[in-house]
Structures are given as C-alpha cells and as structure tokens.
C-alpha cells in the first residue's frame, strides 16, 4: 500500500506486558450514575500521539504500563509513540519517541522497559475502534466499563484513516521530573486535620507505592494527623483529590477513581499536573506544593 493509502483494518496484540489498556478522553458528566471519568492517565502524551498521526486528539490509542507490549500491523500506516521513553524497534529496526513511524503490513512492534516514568503511549492512524460504552473506548478498572485490558491474540479494529496527514515529523518534549513537583490547593477538608498536617504534607517527599494504580497513587511518608475523628458522610471526589484515610497515609486519586469517598480530602492537585503524577512509576518519589485554598 502506498504511503497516501488507508489505515489499517486491525493490528493483533502478541504481548501486553504488565498492563495494556484502550485509552481516550474518557466518560466525563457521568459521575451523577457513578461513572467516573477514566481515559488516559497522561493526556497530553495522548493527544499528542494522536497529533503526531493526523488523528484527531480524542481518538483511542492504547496506553502500555512499563512497556513490554507487542503488535502485529495487519497493514501499512503511521504510528507514534508518547509518554514514558521506551526502547522500542519495528522488526528489529530502533524507533524513536515523539515522532510519525511509518510500519509495512506484517510489521511487528516491540516495546522494551521505559528508562524513565511509567506509561507509553501507541497511536495508530485511524485510531483503536473497539466499540463504545457511554461515549468512550475507554477501559475503566474500577467500573469495568469498556474493553478488558489487552492479552496475546486479542485483535483490535482501526478505524479510518484522516483525510489530513501530520505536519511534523518530531515534536519537542521535555524529560520527565525525577522527582515531579504536584502543585495543589488546599481543601475541602483541610480544616479536619491537624494545623500542621498542609505544611507536612508539602514539605516533604512522598513515595508512591507498589499498591498504587489508576484508581489511586497511594503513597509513603509522614503521617497527616485528622484533628477530626467523626465519620464523614460520602461525598463527591474529583481526580486529583487528595483523600486521608484514618493510617494518615495520602492516597491521590487517579483517572479511574470512585466518584464519592468517605475520608477527609486534605487538598486537590492542579489538573495541569496529573499527567506528571500519572508518570511516577512506584518506588519513586513525588512532592507537592500548597497553593492558595479552594474556600
């Protein structure tokens, strides 16, 4: 097929590594029927591999966490790869992040072990078209909602191609944080901890752990004492919701959070910094800085 041709009609997945999903934009405006969000958990490094194809932003790609997935191309078209910097060759050929690659029918992609972060992004032009669940291809965890996460064999259909191609052939993006600073703004219920619990919290690395996941970064390091020992009715929570439980022990929710929770929520991380949340692998570190309150 010529490279003016069209997607192709499915590629076969060999390897899933860890953990593989379908990844969008998500479900937004559901949380009323207990739907969360979802979506990918780094969405500039979506859109932008979606860009780097000619897809429009919001198309499904497939979100690889800490590498190792394998693809079979039924078909020659462009992808790209975002996110996480992975080794990763095509037919034993290298291939490099951030920019189009064009792949013949039968070729196969191999992804290695990121050097740094945790999620990678693969963008195939026409996008992943597995079928929809409330406006999205999404695979959400918690609810279930969506494709199962991707195993050996599974097939995934492509969708059509784009009547535009890309633009550039390498976009510029810097590293990752070794240590990602997540600003956020105190409360809604920061008044139920202890008065030094914010300058604890902001003034000290936190470790994320091997629990965490894309329900939650639950993470490691001086406790936040709760002032307030009373049960808190269920309320709404919000990506990036910073919830203490009573072992004082921040968990910061993730794309595929529950929609209400019953603990204390110390302070929200900025949206603009999630995706760099989304990023830190466990075992790595991460810190926050306090921004002026929500009340």
Known sequence: MSKTGSA???????????????????????????????????????RLANRLVGNAESLAAIEATFGGVVLRFHGATLMALTGAPVPADVD?????????VWVDSGAILRLGIPSSGLRSYIAIRGGIAVQEVLGSRATDLLSGLGPAPL?????????????????????????????????????????????????????????????????????????????????????AMVRGAIQVPASGKPVLFHVDHPVTGGYPVIGVVEEADLAAA???RPGSRVRFRCLPGLR
């Open 151 to 235: 195993s050996a064999g599974r097939e995934l259909p492509v969708g059509p191609a784009p009547a535009d191609w890309p633009s550039v052939t390498q976009a510029p993006v810097g590293g990752l944080a070794e240590v990602p600073i997540l600003r956020l703004r105190p409360g809604p219920r920061d008044d139920w901890f202890e008065p030094d619990a914010l300058q604890t919290l902001c003034g000290h690395a936190y470790e994320v752990t091997s629990e965490s996941n894309r329900v939650g970064l639950r993470l490691a390091g001086p406790q936040l004492r709760h002032r307030v020992s009373r049960e808190l009715p269920s309320e």
């Open 278 to 280: 989304a990023q830190a």
């Open 8 to 46: 192709p009609a499915m590629v076969t997945v060999l390897a899933s590594g860890s953990l593989a999903t379908v990844q969008d934009l998500g479900r937004p405006g559901y949380a009323a029927i207990g739907v969360t969000r979802s979506g990918a958990a780094d969405v500039p490094a979506l």
């Open 92 to 100: 034993g050929r290298a291939i490099g992040m951030n920019g189009p």
